[in-house]
């Protein structure tokens, strides 16, 4: 999971946001199972006035793992904090609380969450404090050398996404012997789970 840098929030979401927020709470307060369908404005739903936008945060790679590119048409925009739990309902469309996401991720994590859960785009991120890449596996754990409270941050993490499991091994491996054929760094962003082939920032694995 790379550190990110969110980009401004849409016109439409600063004017809308709170009122779109508003209605999915009192729709659920209502209603616990109503059903989640973006709103629209101007012709287009929420998700698609956000997700140009969202996209470029990561450099149209899936905000928690990294891969790229991601299958065409429905991304799925993951909701950080679930849109489910009557704690979260109010931050439904909440700028903040959306992000760039594929599919897997998403569907490995579904509605649960943990205050400790960690965000790439949180102050002070950053991969390498939280994360171990092991390049002979294609493995992810949590850092051994981070503080007891960053590993367990860092599990939770990999748990939640799934980050560690055997396909996204796999997948990292072939990137790795793809880009050790290239190491061209203006190439990288073709690249999925980027970390894996620079270990340090611009630094070339060796
Ligand atoms: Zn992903």
Known sequence: MKAQTRPQEPEIFAKY????NQQWTRLRES????????YSIDGKTA???ALPELETMNQGHCSFCDNFPLDEGDHPIEHFRPKTDPDFYHLAYEWKNLYYCCTTCNGSKREQFDERLLAPDEPDYDEYRYFLFDFES???TPNPRADPLDQERAQI???????DSRSKRRIRL?????????RDLANIDSYAFRSFLIPELGEVRT
């Not at 993490?157 to 980050?163: E, Q, R, S």
């Not at 072939?174 to 054929?181: A, F, H, L, S």
Request: aromatic content about 18%; hydrophobic content about 35%.
């Open 17 to 20: 946001s709170a009122q779109w």
């Open 31 to 38: 209603n616990p199972s109503a059903s989640f369908d973006w």
């Open 47 to 49: 998700r698609e006035w």
């Open 138 to 140: 294609g493995g992810i």
């Open 157 to 163: 993490t990999i748990d939640m996404y799934k980050l």
């Open 174 to 182: 072939t990137e790795i012997e793809k880009w050790d054929n290239d």
